[in-house]
């Protein structure tokens, strides 16, 4: 094989876009350099060692870069947001900022999945190769919305993606949902995952019995962390707050409840088992709950008829000698009450907190996808001392100027391509609503990158160069903020790591941003 020629691709030879860089606008040398007849013989060196470097054709493209390089913005920094930028870095020569408005990256990988999940947090590690990519960059610190629009966004960028997912609850909206001791599931789990808007929580855990509203898997994660005992948590990355309020905590039985029945249920078959498996905890399912079950599960697809087998063998099933055993010393108690819906929190005599909760009994209608639970007229009160609502996230409108739909708390789009505003994208939970898992997101997330990367394709995104973040970073300086970048983060990744080896834990997570701030130097 013949070696490879380096040589000097003659400026006459491109088609001529622009004129030639001049003596004054030549990369190679600063302007000083240039005037300075002095310095004209090393300059002239310093261009034939650059030349000799450079393949037939590269120059050009490497002068060209800056204009050349599409400039995308990520709004989001959880999975969805990871994983859009991911495939646009994959996949096209873009440029991509990753905007959060955390201090700090991985959105509900790291305050979502529950501290005894370790395994499914190991996603961190392919969202740091992600942001370590030169082509890529994280902000956080920056509430898009307040501290710069998205218009202004949408100016500085060739294309903007929203990616925020789904930072708000579905309300229960009954009598009572404000009384103490009514908390959100979300809520909740941001308290023991870290989330600095939920260090302030402090739930009073000294009641014998709590009530999980929705039979997802956030209520069985909340159930199972309330029960596990707590010497099983104080190797995970919970807050030593909430390990601490948890090892204080008298709450011996939890109620999970559903509007529906078991074959209705939205957990999965991994969730449910870890129940089961609970040490120091025993399950109490009713066998009539599970009437004729066998026989309705024969034609559902595979997953779903795993989960209904496990859960007919849990009910039915006289448990082996060993199972027996530990249920009959466990301490602590779960269970699944089905065809319930929450009608009021019923308050304490004293009417300052909650006390029980009236749950109208209800019967299904309907046939397929078309089903829906209808209430009977009979209620029945049970009493309890903690309510946590886990009947869904929703999204939240970031800005005036994005569409939004209230009812499905979605952004209206087409395959991610936001309806009507040409150049906004949007991935994930604010794209499709909160469902799925994490690989559900990143699917769905690719997808959004794929639709993005064909418009650039198709000239359908505007032309010419886009300052990128140097426009946002002059506005965030006019206007006080503080972006902390992925560096910065790993400053803060290395105290949390430093803090929790004391206590042999993973990391303990910072919790206050002016203290992360302070940590920064800022």
Request: net charge positive.
């Amino acid at each position: 094989m013949a070696p490879r020629c380096w040589r000097w691709w003659p400026w006459s030879a491109w088609p001529r876009t622009r004129p030639p860089p001049s003596e004054s606008t030549q990369t190679f040398g600063n302007s000083d350099e240039v005037r300075d007849p002095a310095n004209a013989k090393a300059l002239r060196k310093k261009r034939r060692r650059a030349q000799m470097r450079v393949k037939p054709g590269k120059l050009r493209f490497l002068l060209d870069t800056e204009e050349q390089t599409p400039q995308i913005c990520v709004v989001g920094s959880g999975p969805a947001g990871f994983y859009t930028a991911q495939h646009l870095l994959k996949h096209s020569q873009a440029h991509v900022d990753i905007y959060e408005k955390q201090l700090v990256p991985f959105g509900l990988v790291r305050f979502g999945v529950a501290p005894d999940h370790p395994e499914v947090k190991n996603v961190i590690n392919t969202f740091t190769r992600t942001a370590h990519s030169d082509r890529c960059a994280f902000h956080g610190n920056v509430v898009v919305g307040r501290d710069v629009t998205v218009q202004e966004l949408r100016d500085a960028y060739h294309a903007v993606v929203l990616s925020y997912g789904a930072e708000d609850h579905k309300a229960l909206e009954i009598p009572g949902e404000e009384l103490p001791g009514v908390f959100s599931a979300r809520a909740f789990v941001g308290w023991y995952n870290g989330l600095p808007e939920n260090r302030e929580l402090a739930p009073d855990l000294s009641c014998d019995t709590a009530v999980v509203l929705g039979q997802g898997n956030v209520a069985l994660d909340v159930a199972r962390i309330l029960l596990t005992p707590p010497e099983h948590l104080e190797k995970t990355d919970i807050t030593e707050a909430a390990l601490g309020a948890l090892r204080q905590s008298q709450v011996k039985t939890v109620w999970i409840v559903g509007r529906r029945g078991a074959l209705q249920v939205a957990f999965t078959i991994k969730e449910l088992r870890e129940m089961i498996q609970l040490p120091g905890t025993r399950p109490i399912l009713d066998p009539a709950d599970f009437l004729g079950l066998q026989d309705r599960i024969k034609e559902v697809p595979r997953p779903r008829k795993r989960l209904m087998e496990l859960l007919l063998r849990a009910a039915t099933e006289k448990p082996g000698v060993a199972e027996a055993a530990r249920w009959a010393s466990a301490s602590r108690a779960w269970g699944l009450r089905f065809f319930r819906s929450p009608q009021q929190v019923l308050p304490s005599p004293d009417g300052r907190r909650a006390a029980g909760i009236r749950l109208a009994v209800t019967r299904l209608e309907g046939v397929g996808e078309a089903t829906r639970a209808v209430p009977t007229g009979d209620v029945e009160d049970l009493p309890c001392g903690l309510v946590l609502s886990s009947i869904g996230y929703k999204s939240r409108p970031i800005d005036p100027s994005v569409p939004f739909d209230p009812k499905l708390g979605v952004i209206p789009n087409m395959e991610g391509r936001v309806v009507d505003v040409p150049g906004l994208y949007c991935s994930g939970w604010v794209k499709r609503g909160p469902t799925g898992v994490i690989t559900t997101t990143m699917t769905d997330s690719f997808v959004t990158g794929q639709i993005l990367l064909q418009d650039l394709k198709a000239g359908l995104l505007p032309s010419g160069p886009r300052p990128g973040y140097a426009a946002v970073k002059a506005l965030l300086g006019s206007r006080g903020v503080w972006p902390v970048s992925f560096s910065d983060w790993e400053k803060l990744d290395a105290e949390e790591v430093s803090r929790g080896q004391g206590a042999g834990k993973p990391r303990e997570k910072l919790l206050d941003p002016q203290e992360m701030l302070r940590l920064l130097g800022r």
